[in-house]
Every structure is written in C-alpha cells, then in structure tokens.
C-alpha cells in the first residue's frame, strides 16, 4: 500500500519529503545487506531488522493542477477520511497565499487493515514545485524524493553544511553534505536542527541516537581523573565542559545548578545564561526523558471509516 501511494503521488508529479524518504533508504540499504549475507533463504534473524520498515505516514507536495487528479485516483483505491488538524511544524513555512495544506488518513481493509496518513502541501502557482520548507526538525529529515531521484533540499544545504564542519562553499558542498547526511540514515544517527521535543522522543521510541549542537558546552563521556568542580566527587558517565574547557562539571550538576552559573568557575568567561540554559533542557530532553510508546488503535480507525460518507 505504501508503495503503491508513493507510486501514485510521483506519477502526478509529487515530491515526497520527511520521515518516509529517510525510512526508504534504510529499508532498502539493510535489504541490501540482508541478501548480501543470506541470498534468497528467509532466516529469521533480527540482524538488519530496519529491512521491515514501512512508514505510516506521507509527506508529498506538488501542485494543484495535479492535486484533483491524484486525489480522484486515490478515492478509488481506498476509504479517505479529511483530518482538518495539523501540527507539522514545516506549516511554519507555508505563505497561505501560495500553498494549501491537506491531511488525509487512507484505509485499506484487509485481515490486518492498513492505515497510512497523508500530508499534501499544494502549490497554488507555477509550473514547478517549489520546496518552501526550511525548519527541519532533524537532518535525515532532508531529502527530497521525485520521480526520478533522491536528493537534498536545497534550502537544507546552508543549514547542514556548518552543522557537518563544511565551511567552504566549494562545487563539492552538495555532494559531501549528501554523503553524510546517507551515512547519518544507515547508522541511524540524527542532528538536531529545530528542537522538537515530542519528535526527539518519536525518534529515540524507534532505536535512533540523537545529537545536537551545543552552544555553551561540550558534553564528553571520556574517562576522567579529576573530580567535579561544584560538588568535588569522582566523575563517571558523561560530564561538561564549557568552551573554554577549563571546568568540568558532572551532568546532574549542571542539570540541577546551571541557573545559578553565569561564569566559568575557573577562568572566570562569562557564559550566556539563556544559551545555557537551551542546552541543558536539550541534554536532558535526549539524554533524560523516559521512552515511552504510543500504539494506533487501528480497531478506532476501522469504527471512523465504516460511518463515513460515500466518496465518488
């Protein structure tokens, strides 16, 4: 089903953007892996288990000179359910006189029904789609998937580059940024660019590590000999260091006290207070919020399909 709306959105020349980009590559480079290792035999393993990864959500723009067309195809396949509330923070970027915004939860009724949610961002004008999003949540939240080719987002390249190290905009800027960014999807690790607590927590529930870009701090997890400056005990796991690298200072330390630190407690630097205290929420929206899950009920979705309204 899944591939089936991919095919449908880039027939009507959709761009599929998000989550399901990411989550297609890691399918396919670990189903790679998997025949590489076992050939045509079914093992059951749980080696290259990101092999069995479908995505239960879409994110397509394209214009809407297409988007009657695609919705008419869809309507024949499957139970189509309009939702009129959105959260997704790239709305953030969409002038309401150039875009649409539509989200649409699709059914299939099998011995296991299917639910996949669909997100269109229309295109009022032009003859091209334009990508206008530029608040990504996470860097393998990236790419851009059309018809005929995967690639980065434009508007994603200026924000990426610095991230990687990648200062010199060079005609090889586009091409080490895509490089890394596939090595961040394979090995499932994830930077940060717009902090999104409930999406950091979505993505550590489904096995990925999350890294962010401190601005006062450099967190290590480096062996240590010297004990922390504010509460004088041996230092083991993680710990800080402000950037000048002279104090450091255990992390349920800084958790507990950084609101009261407006300087580095050796060298004396002044630190940002505001900047601090970002970091410290962030380190411990990754490092110390509980996982938890959350399942579909898929019996509900079944119950809100059955009485909908017939769609010609």
């Avoid at 690790?189 to 962010?212: E, L, S």
């Avoid at 290590?220 to 000048?244: A, E, R």
Wanted: charged residues 20%; proline residues 4%; aromatic residues 12%.
């Amino acid at each position: 089903m899944f591939k089936r709306i991919i095919q449908d959105c880039h027939n009507h020349k959709g761009v599929i953007f998000g989550g399901a980009v990411r989550d297609v590559y890691l399918r396919e480079y670990n189903e790679r892996l998997y025949f590489e290792k076992y050939g045509d035999r079914r093992i059951d393993t749980v080696e290259f288990k990101d092999r069995l990864i479908v995505p239960k959500d879409i994110d397509c723009a394209l214009l809407a000179v297409d988007y009657d067309k695609l919705m008419k195809t869809l309507q024949k396949k499957y139970y189509i359910q309009y939702q009129f509330e959105a959260d997704a923070n790239y709305l953030l970027d969409i002038p309401n006189e150039n875009y649409h915004f539509y989200r649409y939860t699709l059914l299939e009724l099998h011995e296991s029904p299917v639910v996949i949610q669909l997100d269109l961002i229309v295109q009022l004008n032009g003859v091209k789609v334009i990508t206008p999003f530029v608040h990504f949540d996470f860097d393998v939240n990236s790419l851009l998937w059309s018809k005929h080719s995967i690639r980065v987002n434009p508007n994603a390249i200026p924000i990426l580059a610095p991230l990687y190290g990648i200062y010199n905009n060079t005609c090889m800027q586009d091409s080490m940024v895509y490089s890394i960014l596939l090595d961040h999807i394979v090995s499932k690790n994830a930077t940060i660019c717009t902090p999104v607590k409930k999406r950091i927590n979505k993505m550590k529930r489904y096995g990925w590590k999350i890294h962010h870009k401190y601005e006062t701090i450099q967190i290590q997890n480096v062996p240590y000999d010297g004990v922390c400056v504010l509460c004088q005990d041996k230092i083991d796991g993680d710990h800080s260091t402000f950037l000048c690298k002279c104090a450091h200072i255990c992390m349920p330390c800084l958790v507990s006290h950084y609101n009261v630190l407006t300087k580095c407690t050796i060298c004396t630097k002044i630190i940002d207070p505001y900047k601090l205290k970002n970091d410290v929420q962030m380190y411990s929206t990754i490092h110390l919020t509980p996982q938890s899950g959350m399942s579909i009920r898929v019996q509900d979705f079944i119950f809100t399909f059955l009485h909908l309204e017939s769609v010609d």
